[in-house]
Structures are given as C-alpha cells and as structure tokens.
C-alpha cells in the first residue's frame, strides 16, 4: 500500500539553529502535503502546507520544500526557538486525494 | 467558536463492553475521519467520511463503526472493545472539494483504554 516514510524520528539541535526533517511519499498523484505540530498532550494543528503545482513555500521561520520527481518533501524552520519542541508529522493525499496518509512522526527537542 | 468535540475524552473501559465516542463539528465541514494515535506508529486513519451517509475505510477499521447521519456528528463505535485498541482517538474535520483537501481540524482526543 501507499506510505509516507518520515526521518529523522528524533532531532535535538541548539536554540537558534535549523532543523530539517525530510518525508518520502510512493504514490505519485498525491498533490497535498501538509505539516502538523503536535505539542506534548495537545491535538495536532496544521502550520504549513504545500500543492504540488509549487515547489516552496514559507512563513515566517517555516518552509516547506518539495520535489515531485523524487517524491520527496521537507520542512525547514530557521532560528528554532524552544516553543518549536513538538512533534511534527508529515502526510500526503491519496485515493484521488480524499484521505491523508501520515508519517511516523519526529521528535524535535529545542536545547538550550 | 469553530471547534472540534469529542466525548469522553478519557475512558476506561473493560473487554467486550461496547462504547461509542462521540465527535461533533460546527463549521459545516463536508470531511471527517476518526484516527488512532499510538507511539511510533503516527496517526492511522480508521474511517472516513466525505458527507452525510457518506462513509469508508480508512488503514485500520477492524473492530470500530462509524455512522454519518448529520453533516455534524460522527460518532465511532466500538462494538466488542479488545485489549489492542487502546489508544489515543483523534477525530477531525475538514472542508473537502472533490479533489482538493484542505486543513484538518482535530478535536482534543480521547484516551480509551480497554482492560
């Protein structure tokens, strides 16, 4: 079946560096893929999401990169403070774009 | 307020008992979809819904109901509670143009574990 491979599963950097967490999705006609932030007990929420007719897209100190032909997507977030530690899950379309299929999810720990 | 709702959002319940979680939406939403979230697995979808009476399969429906009789509620039903649903419940609900997804709205969870 279709999947949605998400690494690293745990990412620790120091406070103001970058952190990049990369996902690999196997069906080709996904053309959704949104991010989502899951702070410690709290439900997921989107923070950014990208179509596959752009190849980047940013706000603020978050961006997404995607690269259709080798079915690959990024997030990116640039100066991490220590509100950004969360667990962030990647997903992507498919079924003619009616569900979601999710990566595991990465850990990221913001050090001080 | 746009929300999403669930009840119970803690439920401690024993093998075999049935139960239903319910979830409930106020921004019109045509999709919803119940998930479970356990560790290092992410969030597997369980059913879905495109509208009312309008319901399907997601990755893991084995043992769970869904009924979609109003645009707003979508309650999961747990007919024969086993052991290895324990989980965290997540339902969610989106606007949904025929090809076109959009943001999923989630609502607070619902931690069921079954003795």
């Known amino acids: 079946g279709e999947n949605v491979e998400q690494h690293p599963s745990t990412l620790s950097v120091q406070e103001g560096d970058s952190a990049v967490i990369k996902c690999t999705y196997s069906?080709?006609?996904?053309?959704?893929f949104p991010w989502y932030k899951q702070e410690l007990g709290k439900r997921p929420q989107l923070i950014i999401d990208?179509?596959?007719n752009v190849g980047e897209k940013k706000d603020q100190r978050i961006a997404v990169t995607l690269n259709k032909t080798a079915k690959h997507f990024s997030l990116h977030i640039t100066e991490t403070q220590p509100e950004d530690s969360a667990v962030y899950f990647c997903?992507?379309?498919?079924?003619?774009?009616?569900?979601?299929?999710w990566g595991a999810g990465t850990k990221l720990i913001i050090k001080p | 307020e746009a929300q999403v709702t669930q009840n119970p959002r803690y439920l401690i319940t024993v093998t075999g008992k049935k139960l239903t979680v319910t979830c409930s939406q106020n921004?019109?939403?045509?999709?919803m979809s119940w998930y479970r979230q356990d560790p290092g697995l992410g969030l597997r979808q369980i059913y879905y819904?495109?509208?009312?009476?309008?319901?399907d399969k997601g990755d893991v429906p084995e043992g769970y109901k869904v009924s979609r009789k109003e645009k707003r509620n979508f309650p999961l039903i747990l007919e024969s509670p086993s052991p290895n649903q324990t989980s965290l419940y997540f339902c969610?609900?989106?606007?949904?143009?025929?090809?076109?997804?959009?943001?999923?709205?989630f609502g607070p969870g619902t931690r069921l574990t079954v003795t």
């Open positions: 969610a609900s989106s606007h949904s143009l025929w090809d076109s997804p959009y943001e999923q709205y």
């Open positions: 921004m019109n939403h045509e999709y």
């Open positions: 819904s495109m509208n009312v009476e309008a319901t």
């Open positions: 069906d080709s006609a996904s053309n959704y």
């Open positions: 990208i179509r596959s």
């Open positions: 997903a992507a379309s498919i079924n003619s774009n009616y569900q979601l299929i």
